[in-house]
């Protein structure tokens, strides 16, 4: 008996160490899907992954700004912004306070018979007091940051949204 008590108490604890180390998206959730020195997301369902060269990273005074580009003369890039950053945690896009948080999708198509004049179209998030997606950061080295994110994005000029999901990045600063 003495060694069936024993034994429940080693469970229990054990149970106990289990459960509290999991992680949960309050700590940044997990590092994402993202190939190292890319940015990788779906919009509107289509796949988006941006080249190596056209992607990254910069941390300075308190803002962390991350971005990724296709590249090409049809080119896709998202922008994310987190003012106020400070390590792996989750970070809204709006909703009241946090509208110091900002993401942004872009389209760019340049006609090669008149490069100078190219057709950019943007959408931003947030786009009104509504929490409209979140960034996840998860790791974070002196060299490297790794984490997720979502979000709705409006375009300003025709009211149309573009939904920016599964997205994941694993740059270098």
């Not at 509290?20 to 988006?48: E, F, N, R, V, Y």
């Not at 989750?90 to 100078?116: H, K, R």
């Amino acid at each position: 008996m003495k060694d069936l008590r024993k034994f429940m108490l080693l469970i229990m604890v054990t149970a106990m160490v289990g459960l509290t180390s999991c992680s949960s998206d309050d700590d940044g959730g997990s590092g994402g899907s993202a190939s190292p020195g890319t940015l990788t997301a779906k919009i509107d369902g289509a796949t988006m992954t941006s080249v190596e060269i056209a992607t990254f990273a910069t941390l300075n005074s308190g803002t962390l700004q991350i971005q990724g580009n296709t590249g090409g003369t049809s080119s896709k890039a998202i922008v994310l912004t987190i003012i106020g950053y400070d390590g792996v945690g989750t970070y809204p896009l709006g909703g009241g306070a946090n509208i110091f948080n900002v993401a942004a999708y872009q389209e760019t198509n340049v006609d090669l018979n008149d490069p100078t004049n190219p057709e950019i179209i943007i959408w931003q998030a947030p786009y009104d007091d509504m929490q409209v997606g979140e960034i996840n950061i998860s790791e974070v080295t002196e060299t490297n940051i790794k984490g997720t994110f979502s979000f709705s994005a409006k375009n300003s000029t025709d009211d149309s949204i573009k939904d920016v999901t599964e997205g994941s990045f694993n740059i270098d600063f």
